[in-house]
Structure formats: C-alpha cells, structure tokens
C-alpha cells in the first residue's frame, strides 16, 4: 500500500518537473518528501548545481539527480542519510567528491548527489590536521571531502608528506579512497588505502562510526577500495614521513617488452629486499607511432627526432621511469644509487635521460598538464578509460595481444599508456579492492581523450576488444575503476569477496542508498 502512495506521489513529482518552474519543483519536491526543517535549506535544484552533478569528467555517463544536498557539518550527512533511511521507499545518495570518476560512478537518476566539496567551506568539515609526538611520529587527520593537494601543502608545511599519491592531486580523499590511489610508489608502501590509520565513517543505516584496524575492523576494511557503497567517509588519518625536497628522475627506452618488464620487476624487487638502493617510485609508458602527437618533453630537443626515428622503427617504445627522491645535502649519494641500480638494467644503450624537479613539482606534474590542455579545449573532453590490473605471468601475452595486436594495429590514437609493477604484500585482503591472485601485478592505464561522441564509441568498441581478448585469452585481469557493468559482471569481478562484499551491504547500507552510480546492486 505504502509503495503504491509512494509511487503516485514520484509521478505528481515527475509531472511537477516537466510542467513547473525549477523553483516550484523544487518546493514540491521538498514539501512531498517533507525533509526535516534544518535540511530542507540544504537542498538546491539550482541548474548549475544540478548541471554539474549530472556530469564527470569521462563526460562519458550523463544522469541527472533530483537534488544536490550541500552539507554544513558532518551531522547533515548523517541527517541526510536517516531521511532517505525514513521513507517507504529511500532515494538514492550519490557521495560526490571531485567528480572525477570517468564512468558516472559518482552519479544518481532522480537520487540526491551529496556535493562533499560543500564541506569544505564549513569548519564542521575535518579540514586538515597535522599532528606530531615524541620519537617523530606523525599523521595527518583529513577531511574526506579534501583534495589531497590540498594535504601535500598543509603537511609540507611541516616538512612532511604522505607515502602513497596518486598522479594526479586534485582527487578527494574520499573519493580515491574508495577506490585504491595507486602510482608508481605503490609497490613500495602500498596503496592509499594501505596508508590509512583511522578513519570515521557515516554508514548507509546514518550512524556515525570511528574506525580502524582495530576499533569497528569491518568498517574499515569495507570502506576502504569499497566503491562508496558502505558509508560515507567524512575524516582519514594519514600517517606521515619527512619529505624530500628534490626527486633525481631518469627515462630509460626499450625496444624490447620481456627486457623492459624484467628490468622493471628486477628495480622493484629491491624494495623487498630492503635495500637502500631501491627507487622510490617506477613508472612506464609506451611511445606509439600511432599517437596523435608524442609528449617528448622530458627530452632535451637534440634528442627527441632520433627519439621518434626510434619510435617510427618499431611501433612501439617501452619507456621506464625511475625516480629517487633526496633532501639537496644527499643529491651525490642519491645519484650514486641510481647510478648503481641502472647498471644492472638492459636498455638501448645511448637512450637514457636524466632531471630534477622539486617534490612538489614532480608530484603535481599532472596539474601543470591540466594548465596546458584546458585553454586548448582538450583538458575537458569525453575520456573513455581502460583501467586494468594484470598479473605479471601473463603480461608479455597482453603485450602482444592488446599494446601490439588491437592498439597498434587498430591505428587509433591514445592519449597515452601506462604500465608498471606492483607488490601484492603492500595491499591488505581484507580491504574491499579486489586485485589479482599473483605476488607481483602490472597497473595498465589507456588513457584515451576523444572529441566526440563518435570517437568514444570507436575507444568504446577497443575497450571491448581489449577485455574480450584477456577473456579468450584467460588471462586473469581485474578492472580498476571499473563501470558499466551488468550486476553478473560485478559478482565476477569480486570473484572470491563477492559474498564479503554483499553481507557488508546487507550489514552497512541495508537499503542499498549509497553510490548507486556505480551499478553493483541497482
Ligand atoms: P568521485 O568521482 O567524486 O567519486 C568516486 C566514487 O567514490 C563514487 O562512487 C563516489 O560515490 C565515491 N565517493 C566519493 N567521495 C566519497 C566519500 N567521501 N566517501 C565515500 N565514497 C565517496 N586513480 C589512481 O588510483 N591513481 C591515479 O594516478 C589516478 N590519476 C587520475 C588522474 C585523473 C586526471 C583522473 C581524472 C582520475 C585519476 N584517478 C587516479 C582516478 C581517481 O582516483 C578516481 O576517479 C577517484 O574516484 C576520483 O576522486 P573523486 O574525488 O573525483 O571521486
């Protein structure tokens, strides 16, 4: 009875927001759900509100949600989630941090997006917290809705950092969170979600929860990498270490997949020895002739047309990237050390390239892309994404069978590949990402950049064949960032943890609210 009261009243609403005006949909919709009076203000129709929370940055999935809910405190969200919790039928709450999801994950048709950046404007947020004891030990405690370029200043401050980044900072806490955070230091600390002590957590049942390894463990564990599913988070505890000032970064070019991935598993190989030559991050990236323009910019310019004659010769040429990081009284010994580390390595002789950068600007690289492409127009383009882990037995098959056989030979340009080594020891199983069953595995990164909705499909159809092939192929990958899948591909990609990942639900977000952007039980 109660759902058929609910559904006529979700008719006169979705009549009311064809026929009325946005300000008197919006009343209407208010006074149908009759929100608690200290949230009502808190939703916006507003279009530019609703605009943005309809998009991301794959600009690839379009949904439009009902409302924006802008928090003012920790205690809305809870407010929020118990209000939806409290109808015969709850909406839908999308937690949206930067919105730089590619596939919509962080979206809701006809839901509620819950815009965390709100947070940052009220000291209700977390903020950002450093605090140190006797012995040096110190962490930092972070709002969930913080950009984590916003935690690299506010620690540098101090003469701190974070272990573990992503490559790119204008992410939010939350958000990557949800998901892993890895790059190419990730085989030597781990994930993001590895360098987490505390965290608090509003839950889809609206209750506020502290937690950590060893206080509430299964919240914990089930937020972290558990694709927004289980509860909001709202503060991290970041542990952190002295940070370097300088970063020594060399790029040595491969003609040759086999020497390039040995050379890259024999560098990172060093971490588990404990050894104090070991790089502090290892990255790799393919040059293809078949790029719409190749970024040769590392390069010095009297080097970068052998550099493409090199490329013009072979299709394709494997780059290795290791960095080491030093304080400026340590630069000779940490040049000594990577001196003593590529001696063991395999490269083309007379293809090795060398520079500094500050800290800084080695980890916000990425930004200062950004500030190139958008004038351009090409910063804020559909960005149909592959994201892939590959276990490491397995990746010269996807070498020849993806990167030589469908990109090479498909001829479609990309606006760049990754690959590089990680350690299966650095991430905790009980944790809800999901990652091959192999000790070490390859991140695999196709970052396409399309201009429009026909070339979307064109990657779209690749990305198809990309998976289809590891399918045929039974090489056993696991989707990073994953989207768009049915829910049978869902308890696939959980694999072993679909059962764990399905009575966390039932336990934490019974009604199945939260994140539905991402497809697993909508
Ligand atoms: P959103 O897109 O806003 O949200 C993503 C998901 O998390 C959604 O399901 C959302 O509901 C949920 N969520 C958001 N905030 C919270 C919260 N506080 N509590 C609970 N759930 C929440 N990833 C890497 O690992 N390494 C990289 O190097 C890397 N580089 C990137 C570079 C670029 C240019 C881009 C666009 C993305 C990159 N990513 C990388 C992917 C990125 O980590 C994820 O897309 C991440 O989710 C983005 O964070 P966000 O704040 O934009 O999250």
Redesign the pocket.
């Known amino acids: 009875m109660l759902s058929i009261v609910f559904s006529k009243v979700t008719m006169v609403l979705w009549l009311s927001s064809i026929l009325l005006t946005p300000a008197q949909s919006h009343q209407r919709w208010l006074s149908a759900f009759h929100p608690p009076k200290d949230l009502a203000p808190k939703f916006t129709r507003n279009p530019q509100a609703l605009l943005l929370a309809s998009t ?2 794959g600009h690839v999935v379009h949904k439009t949600p009902w409302a924006v809910f802008e928090p003012c405190s920790v205690g809305d969200i809870s407010s929020l989630i118990n209000f939806s919790n409290s109808l015969p039928t709850p909406f839908t709450i ?9 596939l919509g ?2 979206m809701t048709r006809d839901g509620v997006v819950l815009n ?1 950046t709100h947070l940052s404007n009220f000291k209700h947020g977390s903020g950002i917290l450093v605090s140190c004891f006797p012995l040096g030990y110190c962490y930092a405690d972070v709002g ?2 913080q ?1 984590w370029i916003n935690v690299l200043n506010a620690t540098l401050k101090h003469e701190l950092t974070p272990l573990s ?4 900072l ?14 190419g230091r990730t085989f030597r600390f781990g ?2 979600i590895s360098n987490v002590l505390e965290l608090d ?1 509003v839950t889809g049942k609206g209750e506020f929860v502290t937690c950590s390894p060893e206080k509430n463990s299964e919240v914990f564990y089930a ?1 972290l990498g ?3 599913q289980f ?4 503060r991290a505890r970041i542990p952190l270490a002295p940070a370097p000032t300088k970063v020594y970064r060399i790029h040595l070019l491969y003609n040759n997949f086999t020497t390039f991935s040995k050379d890259q598993e024999y560098l990172i190989s060093f971490n588990e020895r404990n050894d104090t030559n070991a790089a502090d991050f290892i990255d790799g990236q393919l040059l293809l002739n078949n790029q719409s323009s190749l970024d040769l910019s590392f390069y010095p310019t009297s080097d970068q047309q052998r550099i493409t004659s090199l490329v013009t010769q072979y299709g394709i040429i494997y780059v290795l990237e290791i960095v080491k990081y030093y304080d400026n009284n340590f630069e000779a010994r940490a040049k000594q050390e990577v001196a003593n580390l590529v001696k063991g390595l395999s490269f083309l002789p007379t293809f090795m390239f060398k520079r500094d950068a500050s800290y800084e600007e080695f980890l916000d690289r ?1 930004h200062a892309l ?1 500030l190139l492409l958008t004038p351009q127009g090409l910063w804020d383009v559909p ?1 149909p994404w592959l ?1 892939m882990f590959v276990p490491s037995s397995r990746i010269s098959d996807f070498n020849e069978g993806v990167f030589k056989d469908i990109i090479l030979k498909q001829n479609i340009s990309t606006g760049g590949c990754f690959v590089y080594p990680m350690n299966r020891n650095k991430w905790d199983d009980r944790m809800s990402a999901v990652i091959p069953e192999e000790d070490v595995f390859y991140s695999v ?1 196709i970052f396409h950049s399309a201009s429009g909705l026909d070339e979307v499909e064109k990657y779209q159809v690749q990305n198809q064949n990309i998976l289809q092939f590891c399918k045929d192929a039974d090489i056993k990958i696991k989707e ?2 994953a989207g768009n899948k049915t829910h049978q591909e869902w308890v696939e990609h959980f694999g072993l943890k679909w059962k764990l990942f399905e009575d966390r639900k039932a336990k934490f977000d019974p009604n199945k609210i ?2 539905p ?2 497809g697993i039980f909508q």
């Open positions: 991301d940055y999308a937690t949206r941090g930067q919105g730089h999801s590619v994950q962080a965390m969930g809705e950009m980044f992503t490559n790119y204008y992410l939010s806490v939350g958000g990557t969170l949800s998901n892993a955070g890895i790059n994930p993001q957590v937020v558990g694709l927004g509860g909001v988070i709202t990425l950004e960005h994201n990164d990073y960032l939260l994140s952007g991402q």
